[in-house]
């Protein structure tokens, strides 16, 4: 069965508007691609920018014709009803729907928003953020059941992920399980991931991206077992987006902007926790902080305006052993970083702003904005708005002192026990799986392949209860197109469902010096992760254990742009 014929999807969201209705979907999955383009061999991939127009214009030219395609996703409605015999001690139910709020001066903005009721639990184990356009913050403790009744009142199909948790297939959110509007979906499984920052949103296959930006998120916090730490108002989530509105107080996203879209969306206006306000008052105390990189395609280098360092306690997957000494971080889509601050010798008025530094994202993209094939292609399609790019200098958020003594704390010498795993217990240890994240032809692919509903190559498939180590590399294997590819170079931040791994390695050989230089001691490789910036060139090993749950969960870039163009597959747990 054919399921898709258009080249790229870079060419269908260029040009297939002119030739389908409005509204019409592209569904098509872009496999090789069946139509005989000239043989794109290396050798005809030459040495100058002329002969890279021409296979340009024949890429554009072929996409044209063949940009037919259209599908209709396999959604399955999945659990539909709860289960008696399952006796939750959390029960939430969520619905996503469209809402106007008041997030800018003047005019309501149009977003989407998850409105939460808890119908079972403790009045903690529920809780909004005011003002927010984004989703609730859900509380709860390891070894608590919780059950969420997900009701879809959007225009079009969703589904929840709940990002970074270890749960059946059946209830992480996979694009097959997406539900229409008016169907509902029920969650039902016990926590039992270690106390940390996880978070959820939407993952209905190629929408994810717009999903997620129109205000669909929230966090999933797994409560601590250690005591000491910052509680109460002085442990707070930071929620760091950025957005773009148009002069009537709308959301703008990259539907018009092929070469937005391929990048991914960057806007040009930061939101913490759902809000435009960027100050915020603190006690002279001690604080932790929650920081989700919850936008679509920014990556952020944290800093402290004052130069002070980063004081890490936690990553993705929880507390880390020993807190950790950054003078900057890395935080990519997807990313949960937990810092602490102390404020006690601030003076009254004294403030300190979170920043994001600028950094080179070896964003091959980018470097051709003057001449060659993307300047001269690309810039009219663009449409003149083109906001910063990933790696330009921002302020994020600042925190002003107050009168008020908060309560001064120290940072714990154990934070918590972190069992590594042992990489040469790994089946695979001497030949690890590889994933290269790549673009062939104006698609982002991941071995050459991209997501398909069902399917599971062999190099995706692993065994229950074994340990593997796979090794993710930003760049092709050689053999593909390599000046095609070299030209569309840009950060992937990898994710992994259903577990948490841990990073083994970082080869930075085939990185750019400037690149690497610029963010190198931004990266922590301790702890657990769900999630990991992949620079351009660069190289990272993960182990990780497939434990208790068999079938299919996803693996993808978080990129949501990338991921919606299909950077994403399935593995399957076998038993
Ligand atoms: Cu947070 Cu598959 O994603
Ligand atoms: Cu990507």
Redesign the pocket.
Known sequence: MKKGLCVTHYIRHALCPLLHAPGTLHLARTKQSPIPLVPLTKALIMKNFTSKKLIFLLLIATGLSACNAQGKSNSKTGSVKATSNFNPDVEIKMTAQPVSMQLLDGKKTNVFHYEAKLIKGKARNLSEIPGSYLGPVIKIKRGQKIRVIFKNNLPRESII?W?GLHIPPEMDGHPMHAIDNGEQYVYEFTVVDRPGTYWF?P?PDKITGPQVYRGLAGLFIIEDELKGLPSGEYDQPLVIQDRSFDSDNQLVYVEESPMQRMQGFLGDQIFINGKKNLTQNVNKGTYRFRILNGSNARIYKLAWSDGSELKVIATDGGLLEKSLNKPYLMLAP?ERVEIWKDFSDFKPNDNVTLESLAFNSGTSMGRMGGGGMMGNMGGGMMGGNSPGRNGEAMELYTFIANEDKGKSLEIPQTLSQIKEIEPTKAVNYDSPKQFHFYNERMNWVINGETFDMEEVADWEKVKLSTTEVWQFINGDDGSGMGMMQDMMQLPHPA?I?GLQFQIIERDISGMDADVWNSVKDGFIDKGWQDTFLLMPGMKVKVVMSFRDFTGKY?Y?C?NLEH?DMGMMRNYEVLP
């Open positions: 992920h990002h949103h993952h997807g994710h469902h996803i993808h978080h991921e």
